[in-house]
């Protein structure tokens, strides 16, 4: 009876420790590790760039209410319709009701051209609603919003005719015809134009204004000094302006910074900028002139630019870098150096037991290091390695697991 008792009591003491042993080892990692991921730094000359343009106004003279034809940020032709005019203010809503008509009609119409299910190759469909889908969430997690309505409308179009396909869809005769029921009401309900604005020159048409468009433009270059943008003041504005058309191909990027800086540039220089533009992140640029101050403490060196898009136009001033250099590595935290033998690298974790990495760091910042990438040599850091961070007893070798 003793016997059974005792083997009952050893038991649950057994039990205790494994149970003790299985918290010990979830809460006490003997290391904790980093992933190695790609990362690139932009290193060169950080300043806030000013836009300089050769811009001129839009301006409407005729009363009543505007129709937009020339959509904001898009290329204007000379002599193009920049909007129509109207009496009745409801016209536009009716205008751009019908347009989106058309375009659903005409996308059922794509639709219907795979109704063929014999020839259809699934496959294909579906790989055009996988690179749909990719789109539309690259656009969005990178910050690129511009595009992201005409994705998502492909989007739409490549689900539309899978369902079809697959007889998820199978008759849109009643939508095709209250759809053109509504095109037919709306075409009859809008009247004609009573004028309308034309472009005077071609561009990109911009509707908002800053007044800066003649304060700020390419005429001559030499007079952006470090004191006429300290004083910098918008102009004035027309009071019939819808817009503004920015009429080169060729503007300008005024960058103030230190002298000892500018001595880095000189004309004719090719280099490029970063900018916080999600459609524009990188522009080539050429160095036109470097205009000092007066005290000889700072300059404005002006960038030419014939890149442009509808988020260019829009921008007047925006933190840039003048890149220098470009460094390309694998990012890890600075303590995760080691030197052993003289040798320095670092530990990854290698199945159950570390391994010792020499690295080369080719960039370093007080909380970050980048290492060189390589890939054809063997014993190198590779991407996504599980570099240490922390822990004690560290050895080429050590069994971790």
Avoid at 242 to 254: H, M, N, P, R, T
């Amino acid at each position: 009876m003793h016997e059974h008792k005792g083997l009952k009591i050893f038991l649950a003491l057994l039990a205790l420790v494994f149970l003790a042993h299985q918290a010990y080892s979830s809460l006490y990692k003997p290391i904790s590790t980093e992933t190695a991921e790609y990362f690139e730094v932009v290193a060169g000359v950080s300043s806030q760039g000013i836009i300089i343009r050769n811009e001129k106004f839009v301006t409407n003279s005729v009363p009543g209410a505007l129709h937009y034809i020339t959509t904001d940020g898009t290329r204007a032709a000379k002599g193009g319709i920049i909007a129509e005019i109207y009496t009745d203010p409801a016209v536009s809503g009716k205008i751009s009701r019908m347009h989106t008509v058309e375009s659903e009609l005409q996308s059922i119409s794509l639709i219907e051209e795979y109704n063929n299910v014999q020839a259809a190759d699934m496959e294909i469909v579906n790989s055009k609603v996988d690179d749909s889908l990719n789109a539309v969430v690259r656009a969005s997690a990178s910050g690129d919003f511009s595009g992201v309505p005409e994705l998502s409308d492909q989007l739409l179009m490549s689900l539309n005719r899978r369902q079809y396909l697959t007889n998820d869809l199978v008759d849109f005769s009643s939508q095709k015809a209250a759809l053109s029921d509504e095109l037919n009401s709306l075409k009859a309900s809008i009247p004609a134009a009573t004028g309308s604005v034309v472009a005077d020159v071609s561009g990109y048409f911009v509707s908002a204004t800053d007044g800066f468009e003649q304060v700020l433009s390419g005429d001559d270059l030499t007079k952006f000094t470090p004191e006429f943008l300290a004083n910098l003041n918008p102009g004035s504005i027309p009071d019939n302006t819808i817009g503004k058309i920015v009429s080169d191909y060729e503007w300008y990027i005024a960058a103030k910074m230190s002298v000892n800086e500018s001595l880095k540039y000189k004309p004719g220089d090719e280099v490029s900028i970063k900018t916080s533009v999600k459609s524009a992140p990188r522009l080539s640029v050429k160095v036109e002139c470097i205009n000092v101050s007066k005290s000889d403490d700072c300059a404005v060196v002006i960038f030419s630019c014939q890149q442009m898009n509808a988020d260019l136009a829009n921008m007047r001033r925006g933190d840039i870098t003048v890149v220098n250099k470009v460094y390309k590595g694998l990012r890890l935290s600075k303590r995760d150096l080691r030197v052993v033998d003289g040798v320095t690298g670092v530990y990854t974790v290698s199945g159950l037991r570390l391994k010792f990495v020499p690295v080369n760091v080719i960039y370093s910042t007080e909380d970050f290091i980048l290492c060189e990438q390589k890939f054809s040599e063997n014993n190198v850091l590779r991407l996504y390695d599980e570099v240490v961070v922390k822990g004690k007893g560290l050895y080429d070798g050590k069994i971790v697991g």
